[in-house]
């Protein structure tokens, strides 16, 4: 350290003063209707998802204008707790690790979400009785 008086000139070496300007992350939690992980023009912004920092902390719930957070410093990661009844088709491994510089932002960070109910798949399901008859 070093001792500072009112009025003397302080001069040192081997003290390195730095600010950073924290970042900010933001994107959209969105229904992927047809399940290809990007937000298509029928899909939609989906309120009531919970989006979590792992690293600093906090979390935002997604309203129709998508989740944000303001003041992050560094590195993080960005994951949502997916809701029952889904899969998360964006981003591939379902999280972002995030590494940013000062005063930098990660924008976009979308979350896609498909219902399985949503998929054009049609499956046909037998009774024991039907698997078991025997037709002429």
Same mark, same amino acid.
């Not at 070496?13 to 970042?23: A, E, K, Q, R």
């Not at 920092?53 to 906090?58: E, I, K, R």
């Given at each position: 350290g070093f001792t500072g008086i009112?009025? =003397?000139?302080? !001069? !040192? !070496? @081997?003290? *390195? %003063? #730095? =600010? %950073? *300007? =924290?970042?900010d992350v933001s994107g959209i939690v969105y229904r992927d209707y047809n399940g290809n992980g990007v937000m298509d023009g029928a899909d939609a912004a989906i309120s009531g998802v919970t989006v979590d920092?792992?690293? =600093? @902390? #906090?979390s935002d719930v997604s309203d129709g204008s998508g989740y944000s957070f303001n003041g992050l410093i560094t590195t993080d990661t960005v994951r949502i707790t997916v809701p029952g009844g889904y899969v998360v088709t964006e981003p591939v491994g379902g999280e972002y690790p995030l590494a940013l510089t000062s005063g930098g932002s990660a924008t976009l960070k979308h979350f896609g979400l498909f219902q399985t109910s949503d998929s054009s798949t049609k499956y046909r399901t037998f009774t024991a009785d039907q698997l078991g008859a025997v037709h002429d």
């Open positions: 009112s009025g =003397n000139l302080i !001069t !040192t !070496t @081997g003290y *390195d %003063f #730095g =600010n %950073f *300007d =924290n970042s920092l792992a690293v =600093n @902390g #906090g």
